[in-house]
């Protein structure tokens, strides 16, 4: 009851919004009403078009991001516990950590082409860093004495990093993972947006240009969803992970 | 002279632990360097429970952790059992003040991780872990992780993790200074409890006089900055008898070291001693 409560705002928000279409306070091709936009994404259900380019999407969104969860944790790590990788790489985060990714995006077709690579390339790139930086920051933070007491029960050094720096890092990497998934999208969207021939951006580009607009708010109010709904589903699991925290 | 010397050599068991010429200099990140122990020497023998004693920052933990291993000697030996300390091993188990409990494991994860790494057989660790469970009083706990336990209740975890792995002294530094005073004092008696039922080479880090004198055969006193240590005194009392502290011997010890150990504290405040 106190959830629905909650979105009531929402609720409120999508009446408006029929009405304002409805009665013509704004125009219907800036804003279809929200009962055409509901139709139009039934059609787009049907016809598989939604599915079909929101599994690439999907596809291309979790591989980048996986990749960069991976390599980036064990860069933050690596980089928190090995001073040489510290001075090496640490200017190198400290220069590209500022850069708007969606520059990248350019570069990465001229890479890897119009086709999924350069999707992914882009998503690991913009969403590597976030994570490094959080893995980084809470390795650095792991207490001495939990170290000492690994090493004193028979832990090895690397054993160490495994038992007591990793899950000391966990709480702020998860942070800097929230981040990623949050620019995951937005890459994701962007990118294909610009150049791609499927997934979520091609099909709100492509269905703007026909004029098709109530299909393609219905595109966009998907993505929005699913943003949101991914974000959600995160903060139950990082919830779950870190049940120890209290 | 040197036969009399000889002599003492063959009667004296050889110590467990021996501390030979220590001196250890601490770097802090920033700022000048601090000469946090001078020419250090101590003997330790097997089985006995001896307590440092001394303000803060006169070293004592310091001295610990090179025993530990955590610190590495700089100048001087550090000997257990005949061979030289090049790093922590689970010969030596530690007992910090805050615990150093694993916040992301159970009680039983916890105790269960050092047998883990002994490589002792699932079954076989699961029965000790709840053992030791059992020994500190935590039965019932065993899925209760560190944030969900009392103050009390953690260092109990917390000892019961290193008997548990069994190693062969313990260390401890300053471990119930984070505690209330019932709570202390409930500790204190369990932990002589325990350490009758499993006797062990004990090293006790503690600023607290009447709490070393309680607790350890030995109590070596240190004076601050340089630390060294400044004599030792022997401190046995009858542990089973719960009046123990208000016995005149015992009393009489307390103040005897209280006075050692004031002009200490009033040096390291920076106060010159009247």
């Keep these: 009851m106190k959830q629905v409560v909650r979105y009531l705002p929402l609720l409120l928000l999508a009446i408006a919004w029929e009405l304002a279409a409805r009665f013509e306070l704004v125009s219907t091709t800036a804003l279809p009403p929200l009962s055409d936009v509901i139709r139009a994404w039934i059609d787009l259900l049907k016809d598989g078009d939604l599915v079909s380019n929101g599994l690439s999407s999907l596809y291309r969104a979790f591989a980048g991001l996986g990749l960069a969860i991976l390599v980036g944790a064990t860069l933050g790590i690596v980089m928190a516990w090995w001073k040489p990788a510290n001075v090496l790489l640490s200017p190198l985060v400290e220069m590209f950590y500022p850069l708007p990714k969606s520059a990248l995006i350019p570069v990465t077709v001229i890479w890897l082409g119009y086709g999924d690579g350069s999707k992914i390339l882009l998503i690991f790139l913009g969403c590597m860093l976030p994570v490094t930086i959080g893995a980084f920051n809470g390795a650095r933070s792991s207490e001495q004495a939990l170290v000492w007491s690994a090493r004193s029960m028979g832990a090895n050094r690397l054993r160490m990093l495994w038992d007591v720096v990793v899950p000391s890092a966990m709480p702020e990497m998860l942070n800097g993972v929230r981040t990623a998934l949050a620019l995951s999208f937005i890459l994701l969207v962007s990118s294909e947006l610009i150049v791609a021939q499927k997934g979520f951006g091609y099909l709100i580009g492509s269905l703007g240009a026909n004029g098709s607009y109530d299909a393609m708010y219905a595109v966009v109010l998907t993505v929005a969803f699913l943003g949101f709904a991914a974000d959600r589903i995160y903060l139950v699991i990082t919830k779950r992970t870190l049940a120890w925290r209290e | 002279m040197a036969a009399v010397r000889d002599a003492s050599a063959v009667m004296a068991a050889p110590a467990q632990i021996v501390v030979d010429g220590v001196s250890h200099l601490y770097r802090p990140p920033r700022g000048r360097a601090v000469l946090a122990l001078e ?3 101590l003997e330790v023998q097997n089985r006995e429970f001896i307590a440092l004693l001394g303000p803060s920052g006169c070293g004592k933990s310091t001295l610990l952790y090179l025993i530990g291993g955590f610190l590495p000697a700089e100048t001087g030996a550090i000997r257990v059992d005949g061979n030289p300390v090049a790093g922590p091993g689970p010969d030596r188990g530690i007992v910090f003040q805050h615990f150093a409990l694993f916040p992301w494991k159970t009680v039983r994860g916890n105790i269960l991780y050092g047998l883990e790494r002994q490589g002792m057989p699932r079954e076989e660790r699961e029965k000790r872990a709840l053992d030791f469970i059992e020994l500190v009083g935590l039965s019932g706990f065993e899925d209760s992780f560190p944030s969900q336990l009392s103050g009390g ?31 202390r004092g409930l500790m204190q008696s369990e932990l002589l409890r325990i350490w009758q039922r499993t006797p062990k080479t004990v090293i006790f880090v503690t600023h607290d006089v009447q709490e070393a004198v309680y607790l350890a055969d ?24 719960p009046h123990v502290h208000k016995a005149k011997a015992f009393v009489e010890k307390v103040d005897e070291l209280w006075d050692l150990v004031k002009d200490e504290a009033l040096k390291a405040q920076g106060v010159r001693a009247p």
């Design chain 2, 39 to 41: 020419r250090v020497s």
């Design chain 2, 153 to 183: 209740m953690r260092q109990r975890c917390a000892i019961a993790r290193t008997l548990a792995f069994d190693p062969k002294i313990l260390l401890m530094d300053e471990p119930f200074g984070a505690l209330d005073a019932q709570t």
């Design chain 2, 218 to 241: 030995r109590v070596a006193v240190m004076s601050a900055r340089p630390g060294r240590i400044k004599t030792i005194v022997d401190t046995k009392f009858d542990k089973t008898d």
